[in-house]
């Protein structure tokens, strides 16, 4: 297929010029590609034969890096699955624990909107935990509060429990209703555990530099391999070979942090809007029957 087609711009080209890390790994692998000059010049001057690497070396040393980076893009990707796991668990429980308080309970309407402001705050302040920008007056239908507190997600959870403990004593809730309610109250903190122990256990950076020390060695190394079969084909093979070398390790740099707001990381912002919309419909839906049933003879 031509390289002019939209289709090869819209497949190549576009993705690498709208992503700020597919960008930097591209200026990284065209200053390798220059580098590979280097080697050219020697083969075309006087010290010809001098520091001449047989490119057979090199199958070698692609199986043994290959083997690195494989491992080393299993690892964050791992980190980031584990990540978008805990936070479809966290959509799930928000939208059952919705439900259970609009639709299972009977409480007067002042306190279930205390409840439906508390879970819906509860995603956004995850969101901002996880990114050290918790403020709690931050969140929705929380601009006004005065209080202030070190683990925002914690003092939410605090004020839900502290609501079903109100409800139990005033019997507007027995026993049975408030094991299942803490199921699912309980899972939002294991949830809250579970990033918190991904976002503060990195990967160990002696390993981290490692994998950064084998990729620099193998691509200075590699244009002086290549010079003399491949002549001036050298550049672009070095060039292309570097884009995905870094590539390799710069992705999975990104990937295992995969609570910020990169292209790579996970869409927390639309997982909040999801939990917020879904939600306030649960306990509208409630209001909508307590009205009607109110208004029927």
């Given amino acids: 297929m031509p390289t002019d087609t939209p289709h090869f ?3 190549f080209v576009r993705p690498i010029a709208l992503s700020r ?16 000059v280097v080697p050219l010049w020697k083969e075309q001057s006087s010290f010809q034969g001098v520091a001449d690497i047989p490119a057979e070396i090199h199958a070698v040393l692609t199986l043994v890096l290959g083997c690195l980076l494989v491992f080393r893009t299993r690892t964050a990707h791992d980190r980031w699955w584990e990540a978008r796991t ?10 059952n624990l919705g439900s259970k308080l609009a639709l299972m309970v009977r409480v007067p309407d002042g306190e279930l909107d205390e409840a439906e402001r508390v879970l819906i705050a509860f995603p956004f302040a995850l969101r901002d935990h996880l990114r050290n920008k918790a403020d709690i007056q931050r969140l929705p239908g929380f ?11 914690n003092y939410l959870a605090g004020l839900l429990y502290a ?4 409800w139990k004593a005033r019997g507007w809730i027995d026993g049975s209703e408030l094991r ?22 990195r990967v160990a950076s002696s390993y981290r530099v490692f994998a950064r020390q084998c990729v620099l060695l193998f691509l200075l190394t590699l244009p002086w391999g290549l ?5 001036w084909w050298t550049i672009p093979l070095t060039t292309i070979l570097a884009y995905f070398m870094l590539g390799l390790e710069i992705v999975a740099e990104h990937v295992e ?13 639309r997982l909040c809007e999801a939990v917020d919309v879904t939600v306030s419909e649960s306990f509208e839906r409630a209001r909508e029957t307590r009205t009607d049933a109110a208004e029927s003879p």
Avoid at 21 to 36: C, E, W
Avoid at 88 to 93: E, F, P
Avoid at 163 to 166: E, H, N, R, S, T
Wanted: aromatic share 4%.
């Fill in 227 to 231: 010079s003399t079969d491949f002549g």
């Fill in 257 to 269: 942090e995969p609570f910020g707001d990169d292209e790579d990381d996970l869409d927390l912002d």
């Fill in 21 to 36: 890390t597919l960008r930097r790994v591209a200026v990284l692998a065209m200053l390798v590609g220059a580098y590979s």
């Fill in 163 to 166: 609501a079903m403990g109100k």
């Fill in 180 to 201: 299942v309610i803490d199921a699912d109250l309980r899972r939002l903190m294991e949830i809250c555990g579970g990033c918190e122990s991904i976002r503060l256990t």
């Fill in 9 to 11: 711009k819209r497949g």
């Fill in 143 to 153: 601009e006004d509060v005065t209080e202030s507190t070190a683990h925002v997600p």
């Fill in 86 to 95: 805990l936070w479809g668990d966290l959509v799930s429980v928000s939208r």
